[in-house]
């Protein structure tokens, strides 16, 4: 998915690891030189779900303005981390 708006700076990547791990949710997330977020989310659909609300709202100071989503196959992801 790619998440757009005010989502950098403003503990986006930190917070949305924090909530993967909590759900159980393999994948990643990172900055783009766009401004952008970009992540990719893999596990049980009931996490995977949950965590894609949050993301659709984002942390307290973010402000989400739109957010792309593309359903890939499952590449075994395992743990959630934060790319550089």
Sequence with gaps: MRVRGR???VAFRAVTADRARD?????WVC??????VEAAF???PAAVDALLG???????HA???AVEEREEE??????FRIRA
């Design 42 to 44: 893999e596990g049980e």
């Design 63 to 65: 402000r989400v303005d």
């Design 74 to 79: 499952p590449v075994g992801e395992r743990g």
């Design 31 to 36: 900055n783009r030189a766009d401004g952008s």
């Design 7 to 9: 989502v950098q700076g």
């Design 54 to 60: 949050f993301v659709r709202r984002g942390p307290p």
């Design 23 to 27: 759900e159980g949710v393999a994948g």
